[in-house]
Structures are given as structure tokens and as C-alpha cells.
């Protein structure tokens, strides 16, 4: 029997824990879809609102650096996921980041015209490639093929190849460094999305030779509901390539306001419009606070985590109908582990209900994230504690728990 | 000789001024740019990160409604704007959704392939409509005139004509309904950007039969630095058109996953991204305390500050270089005051330096915005008093004034 208390003894993350707001009584394993309060985060957002916001009003774009927020938090961000510090912008969201990369990679060869992907990939992704390829249809097309299909569709007509490194629904780890590699070799630049993995764990996106990359800000970094999102553009691409959505605030000079688009040198032209100034501030303090921990203690714990919880789901629920959709094997997942099961809705349903709270993904899987910074072993041992319960009773079989909501 | 202090006490506006944060000794006239901190936002963005996000976490999409926030909100601002509820919808910067909207409008006629604006318009609007085109150059055109051309450049070739209601420069309005009626007889559609006019006058879209619209959350809707923009389309476009930038919260099942792209019905699949939940508290608190207030009474105040500016600025600086930018007829002007002067830049330093607040436009505009729920009659007062004083004394004509800032 596995002691649990000894595991979070020994946790050299344990001390992080008590940075978060996790609510009495609840075990969170949601952090893959909206990260935990860091306290931290409440008075640096009333500071914003009442003083720089209050008090110094439009002078804060120059006084508290408003301007350079997008710059100083994606430098940040590089440290996370192997990029140099002018490599990485901080706004606006993951699509919209997608979109900027798929319409500025175009740009690198214009004689190819398709923009692949992989089916089952993270909707918005694959839903933006099909947004850009309406704009010109003649000239562009997206592609979407099955997940063990990509290398032999990398042909000469590809322009880019989009892909999630940590997919959403298994948690299962793309080979970013074989992929980008077969893409080159063929090339075709590669477009990371990193949501589900930065933060979690370790990215080299320029020991990959990676091309481009986006990744979401209220997930694993903790920058609450819809913060902005980041992007990453190599440095060899910075100045080729400018993205579509050339807003004033990736001019050269957008001070001057001239009737022309001349893009910024650099990562600066990948801005669109004005920065959510309370959504940067609120993502930094998620991102400090990552930056304090080490990433191999996260990988470590995020890894003994998921793979306990494999476990005492088989030694508990073996009856109960759960087939594993992450691999078993932890170098190849995420920091989630995802089950399968035909009332997969109305299970989640009865584990919140219960104050277990992770996620149901159409059509049959519950989800379940870790976050290392504030999950425990207990969380775990007290996650399938309280799965076995629900299904031991049969508790989950109402229609109250059937009835979906607007968001699952 | 003018007598403010009766100006102010028969105002039917005055009591909204202790509704805001104003900081002591300040005269701001900048509320164009940054509205001022409604005092009510800083509880309720409390709320939202301690107990919408900190306590309820995920579960805050359903039970705190963030799901619906962007709808909610855009179906107020509607009510500021001569929309139905149905028509507008929150989200992204007013640069992204002017994209939305230029490669919806794309979508009416095909054969059409002319992006127009003017030149001088606020230079996202046709930086985006640059990028837009540059995805498709072989099919799309941007293409600008001068203001007073605009007219004749209504050709069969044009896709869409983009233009601002009330110029960010000299404030001057453009008269929309006979715009839109201009450019429908040729079968044109019109965007109008109203960043510098919604919450400042009466605007009245479907008065004037208009087709799409933008507009800025942080200006006089008062949502908080770089708060989330707007999006209006007509009822008769919404289901014939989608937005190039087509992410998952604007499908029709986004919480189904599928692998293809399916546009929601109505308003809602001009969604793109995960909303931006702090800036959507914020500004629909801003947007609340607008809806509190008449906006005839708005428009008139806003009307009167400005004819009070310029009679004193005339009366005061005569001697002193400035040239009125804006109309001086009220009724051709939005809530600003812009005058031309050679050393604008110096001039405005000295007046921040000294607590009146407005902004400088290159190449050579001083502007004075003017919010009516929060500006005093005595505010316009003290600024043109400390404006004579600088002028008088030359102070403005220094090295440290004249150095320009990030962000002017």
C-alpha cells in the first residue's frame, strides 16, 4: 500500500501549495483548464485598478510600463518553454495567436498552399485554418488527416503543419523534436500549440528548432479566466514574415499613426491592438510564480501524480467500466490522465458534485489535470476514494447529473 | 464673463462625477483615450477574482454565467448604440474585430473586391485592412482616399467601405445615415469604427440602417485599460456571413469538439477565443453607469463643455499659435476639442506636468477630451487657465518636454 502521506512529505513542491487559494474541502484536478487563485494575484490586480489605473490613469502606458507588458511577461514565458526572451509576445488568445502564425508562415514559401492538420487536434486550431483558407480558397487549403498519418502527408504542397504538442483529450505527448525535424526536411515550418504543456512541463522549443508556437495563459500559468495568450516566432522568421491581423501596435511607429503598415522590427510586430492591461497583470503573478519552481520537480511530481492515479483507479474501479485514454506510460503524457467511460457526463457530474472537480470532453471522457505547484498526493487518494464511492453506489445514475450544462 | 460655478450646479449630470475615482488636483481630459475608474469596478473585480475565480474556479463558466458574459454585456452596450440586444457581442480589441468584420463583409458579393477607408482614419482600421488583403492579393484590394473623395470612390468594385463615425483627430463626425444610404445604393456595406463616439453621443445603427460596427471598451464606456472591444452585426448579415477569425466559442456546439468548423447562429459566431473574464467585469461595470445616465443630457453636456473649451482657448490664447482642428459647430463635433500648434508635444508635457491631463496627436495635435459623467465645468475652467499660464510664461519650452515618450 502506498504511503500517501510520506509522498507529499518528501514533495520539494509541497511548500508551493500554500501560495494558491484552494478552496476548503475541494480536490481541483481542473488546473489544465482554469488554473488556481496564486494569492498573490488579488493585491497586485487592486494595485492596478486603484492606482494605476485610478490614480495615474493614462500615464501608466509610460509609468508602471503598461506598453511593455506584453515584451516583459513573454520574456518570462520564454524561460518556460526554451526560447530566448525576444522570441515571445504575450496577447490576445490562442485562435487568434494560431491565426497569426498560420497567415505569417504562408509567407516563407508561396507556393505552397495547405495548411495541415491533425484530426482530433484542439478545435479552435484546426476552426482557424479553415477561417484563413475562406479568405483566398482558390490559393489556400486546409488539410486535416489522421494523427498517424502526418509524416507521409508532409508533401510539397504543405506550407505549414499545425500541431498540439500535448493533446487535449489523452494528454499524449507529440515527438515535437522528430515532427519538427520530418517538417524541415521536407520544408515546411511548424506551428506548437504548447496549452497543454507549458508550464507543465519542460518545452525546448529552440532545442527543437521550432518554428513557431502558441500557448494559453489560464491553464498550467495560472493567469485566470481568458487571460491573454502568448506567441512564439523563432528569431530566424521574426523579420520575413508579419501576421495578418497587422494591428497598430505591431507598427514601427505607432506613434506617429501614419496611414501606412510598416511591421515593428522583431517579436514586437506580432502585437495586434491595446493590450488587456488587467489579463497581463493578472498573468504575470501566475507566471512569477511558476518561474520560482524548477521544472524538472514538476515533471517529476507531475508524472508520480498521474501515474498513482492510474494505479488506485485500477485497484479500486477495475469493475467499473474505465478504459484508460492517456498512455500508461508517463514520459508520453501530459500532466493529465484521461479516462473513457459510456457515462463518462453524468460520473464528472456526481464527482463535483462531491468536490472532486475535473472535466468531461465529448464524446466519453473524463479528465482529470495535475498541477504540480498545488496538487497533492492526497488530492489523488482522495480523488479515486471518492470515484470508487460514486460508483460502488451507483450515485452518478440521475438525471440530475445527466443534464448537460452550457459548459462541460 | 461665464459663470461656471452656475454651469455646474444646475448640471443634471454632476452627481455621476462622485461615481468615480478623480484623483485629487487632477483635470482630466483624457477620457478618449482611458476613461477614469468607476469607484463600484474595484469591488466587483474583488469578487470576481476571489470568489468567482478563487472559490467557484471552472465551475464560475456556468454558475457566475461567464459563459454568456460576452453576449450579456454586448446586448447593453446595444442599448447605447441603436442596436438590438442581439446584434453586438463582446470580445477582442477593436483591431481584431474590424478584421471580423472587413472578411464578413467580403462574404456578401464576391465579385467585389475593394477594401476602402479614407486616409487620416484611425490606423488600425487600415492596417487591418492591409493585412486582410494580404492574404489574398491577387483577389483583394485595400485602397484609401481622401476624405472628401469618398464619395466618388463608391464603385462596383468596392467590398465594403470602413470609416469612423467620429474622427480620433479633429473629432469631426462623419454623418452616417447618409453614408450608409450612399454606399447601399451602390450596394456597398459599411463598417463603422464608433471607438471615439459610443457612450459619448447618440448613435443610432439601425436607425441608419447600418451593417456591421466596432467600437473601444476603454474610452467613454470607461472598462478599464485595454478592456474588451465590441462587435455589431445586423440581424439580416448574421447568418449569411462568419468571420474569417473562426474559433471555437463561436461554433455553433463548441463543446462537442468536432474537427470542423460550423459558425453559431445569430451574433454568437462573431466569438472567437475564451473571453477575457476580469475585462468583461470591468467593463460591463463601466457600461452599467453609462445605461444610468440620459444620453441626451450626455450629448448636450459634452456639447457645452467643448463650446466653453474653445470660447476660452479663443479668449485666453489668442496670441499664442493654436488653430482650432475641430469643428466649431457642436453638432459636427464628438466629446473632444483638438487644436493644432507647432510645439503641441512641448505644450501638452507642460500641462501634464501641471495636472491637466489630455494627449498629443502627431504630428501636431493637442487634444481635450471631454467625459460627461465625469468632467466638470470647472475642470474646463482650470485647464484653459493653466494652459494661458504655460503659454504666458514659456514654460512648455523646455528639453525634458519636448523628450518623447513610449507612448504618447
Known amino acids: 500500500m502506498t504511503d500517501i502521506a510520506a509522498l507529499d512529505a518528501a514533495d520539494p513542491l509541497a511548500g508551493f501549495r500554500d501560495r494558491f487559494e484552494i478552496p476548503d474541502g475541494l480536490v481541483y484536478l481542473d488546473g489544465n483548464s482554469l488554473g488556481c487563485l496564486p494569492k498573490a494575484t488579488k493585491a497586485r490586480l487592486a494595485d492596478v485598478v486603484e492606482r494605476e489605473w485610478g490614480q495615474d490613469l493614462i500615464r501608466s502606458w509610460n509609468t508602471n510600463d503598461w506598453i511593455n507588458a506584453p515584451r516583459r511577461i513573454g520574456a518570462k514565458i520564454a524561460r518556460l518553454i526554451g526560447a530566448h526572451d525576444d522570441e515571445v509576445i504575450v496577447g490576445d488568445t490562442t485562435s487568434i495567436n494560431v491565426f497569426k502564425c498560420l497567415s505569417a508562415s504562408l ?4 507556393s505552397r498552399v495547405v495548411l495541415l492538420s491533425e484530426t482530433g487536434n484542439f478545435p479552435t486550431d484546426v476552426y482557424m485554418m479553415e477561417g484563413l483558407a475562406a479568405i483566398a480558397p482558390d490559393r489556400i487549403s486546409p488539410r486535416l488527416v489522421e494523427p498517424e498519418r502526418i509524416h507521409e502527408a508532409l508533401d510539397d504542397d504543405v506550407a505549414v503543419l499545425l500541431l498540439t504538442q500535448t493533446n487535449y483529450r489523452s494528454g499524449r505527448i507529440r515527438d515535437m523534436k522528430a515532427i519538427t525535424e520530418a517538417a524541415h526536411a521536407r520544408g515546411i515550418p511548424v506551428i506548437w500549440d504548447l496549452s497543454h504543456s507549458c508550464g507543465a512541463l519542460p518545452v ?37 514574415v508579419f501576421p495578418a491581423l497587422s494591428g497598430w501596435l505591431g507598427h514601427k511607429v505607432p506613434f506617429e499613426f501614419t496611414d501606412d503598415y510598416q ?46 492515479f492510474i494505479a488506485l483507479v485500477h485497484e479500486h474501479c477495475a469493475d467499473h467500466g474505465f478504459k484508460l485514454a492517456s498512455p500508461g506510460n508517463a514520459d508520453e503524457r501530459g500532466s493529465q490522465v484521461s479516462f473513457h467511460h459510456p457515462e463518462g457526463y453524468a460520473i464528472m457530474q456526481a464527482l463535483i458534485a462531491r468536490g472532486v472537480i475535473g472535466d468531461f470532453r465529448a464524446p466519453d471522457i473524463l479528465r482529470f489535470g495535475f498541477a504540480p505547484l498545488y496538487n497533492s498526493y492526497a488530492d489523488v487518494e482522495q480523488a479515486v476514494a471518492t470515484l470508487t464511492e460514486i460508483m460502488e453506489t451507483g450515485s452518478w445514475d440521475t438525471e440530475e447529473f445527466k443534464q448537460k450544462a452550457a459548459v462541460t
Do not use: W
Open 204 to 240: 525546448d522549443l529552440n532545442g527543437c528548432n521550432a518554428d513557431f508556437a502558441v500557448g494559453c495563459g489560464y491553464k498550467y500559468l495560472n493567469g485566470g479566466p481568458g487571460a491573454p495568450a502568448f506567441t512564439f516566432v523563432a528569431r530566424r522568421h521574426q523579420d520575413s
Open 107 to 110: 509567407q516563407l514559401d508561396s
Open 263 to 308: 511591421p515593428a522590427p522583431g517579436i514586437d510586430r506580432f502585437q495586434c491592438g491595446t493590450p488587456g492591461i488587467l489579463g497581463c497583470a493578472a498573468l504575470e503573478v501566475g507566471v512569477d510564480l511558476l518561474l520560482e519552481a524548477d521544472m524538472s520537480d514538476i515533471r517529476r511530481k507531475s508524472s508520480a501524480l498521474g501515474d498513482l
